[in-house]
């Protein structure tokens, strides 16, 4: 029993002590190393990425494997992997454009107003943002709403082929209503 406890003691105190601790804040850091820590390769930390400087997240493999998907035409799957990459970063505006994108095909629109909602936060006025939103409108078939929309992205972009396509579609549109 004594070997056991000398033993819980002697990690405890390994543990401790490869923590660093600075007084001024009273916060534990471990993996900010110190000037002149080496790895355990005994190379010098300096140069080497800290996770602040990492430029990957791990919401990038979703988000590509999901406009892939949107790509194909799979709208269910894309829609699947934008949901995970939302999960994984909260705060990817894309991610959420990309979410309400897909739940627009499948004709969620409940979803879609809620994505776009969030993605607003996130990404702003932009031309892309007014340009989905004008098209989710165009599939519900409201189209005074789809035109205000597609406008706002013209105004911002008015050299854009895709807000330009997209008013050709509106005005296609309002010419051959079908009842």
């Known amino acids: 029993m004594k070997r056991v ?3 819980a003691a002697c990690l405890l105190m390994a543990v401790l002590a490869g923590c660093q601790t600075d007084i001024t804040d009273g916060v534990v850091r471990t993996n900010e190393p110190s000037k ?3 790895t355990s390769f005994g190379d010098a930390f300096d140069g080497l990425k800290t996770v602040s400087d990492v430029e990957y997240y791990a919401s990038d493999q979703a988000v590509a494997e999901a406009k892939n998907q949107f790509r ?3 709208y269910g799957n894309a829609g699947a992997l ?3 990459a939302t999960q994984l970063a909260p705060n990817d505006g894309n991610a959420w454009m990309g979410l309400a994108a897909c739940t627009d095909r499948i004709h ?3 979803l879609s107003d809620r994505a776009y909602a969030r993605a607003f936060k996130l990404v702003g006025a ?4 007014y340009n989905n939103v004008g098209y989710s409108f165009l599939l519900r078939g409201k189209l005074q709403d789809a035109r205000s929309n597609f406008l706002k992205a013209y105004e911002l972009a008015p050299n854009d082929p895709t807000v ?3 008013l050709k579609l509106l005005s296609s549109s309002v010419q051959n209503v079908e009842r």
């Not at 932009?126 to 943002?129: G, M, V």
């Open 5 to 7: 406890i000398a033993a």
């Open 36 to 38: 002149g820590d080496v």
């Open 72 to 74: 194909a035409e799979n």
């Open 82 to 84: 934008f949901f995970k």
């Open 108 to 110: 969620r629109f409940d």
């Open 126 to 129: 932009t031309p892309e943002y």
């Open 164 to 166: 330009a396509n997209n």
